[in-house]
């Protein structure tokens, strides 16, 4: 393989993980423990299927807005958006900063790639990760969502690097593997290709 110039990664289940929302909208709402959940799943359903119009800051609190819809509660939206931000909260994988920081010393750039609206350079930068990348992608800004081939393509010009330079790492085969191949990239999935992010120097002949 040719010298790795470039690793893409993935946000959410590789850099970032989101902590149960339910227990705080829960109490915020004072609303049960089985309702919450109910309307988190329903939320992230709905954002799942419809996060590529949260193109800007308007039409991301318009996403906002009617994924509150979707959750089904019977309250005032203003009130349950604030009490569904509250809740959300991501923190970063513990390899992260460790491991974003010896690709850079080895000389390699680092671009997050995600399926997510244009709040992802905010919620890296809230964990203390975007600093310690040079590129950040996120589908809503390109258009389209892995596992089509251009959010890849535009991390690689982020990175300055050809795809056969690359290596895209991921927690998903079907957005992940699948889209960075189609991009003509390597991809590496965390679990059948790698136990944990921590290993991901290690694996790339990377680690001092």
Request: negative net charge.
């Amino acid at each position: 393989m040719t010298r790795v110039r470039a690793v893409l990664v993935d946000a959410m289940g590789t850099l970032l993980h989101l902590r149960d929302p339910a227990p705080a909208l829960a109490a915020r709402l004072g609303i049960a423990d089985d309702e919450a959940r109910r309307a988190v799943r329903a939320e992230i359903a709905y954002y799942r299927a419809h996060h590529l119009e949260g193109r800007d800051d308007a039409s991301l609190l318009d996403l906002r807005l009617r994924c509150v819809d979707a959750m089904g509660l019977v309250r005032p939206r203003d009130e349950v958006l604030t009490a569904l931000l509250d809740a959300i909260r991501f923190e970063p994988d513990p390899a992260a900063g460790p491991v974003l920081r010896d690709l850079r010393a080895a000389g390699v750039k680092v671009v997050a790639v995600s399926n997510w609206d244009v709040s992802l350079p905010r919620a890296l930068a809230d964990v203390g990760l975007a600093d310690l990348l040079d590129g950040i992608v996120s589908s809503a800004a390109v258009g389209a969502a892995k596992p089509d081939p251009r959010p890849f393509q535009r991390a690689l010009e982020l990175a300055g690097a050809r795809a056969e330079e690359a290596v895209h790492v991921g927690d998903s085969e079907r957005e992940d593997g699948e889209g960075a191949r189609a991009a003509g990239i390597e991809a590496i999935i965390i679990g059948p290709d790698l136990a944990s992010l921590d290993e991901l120097t290690k694996t790339l002949n990377l680690a001092p």
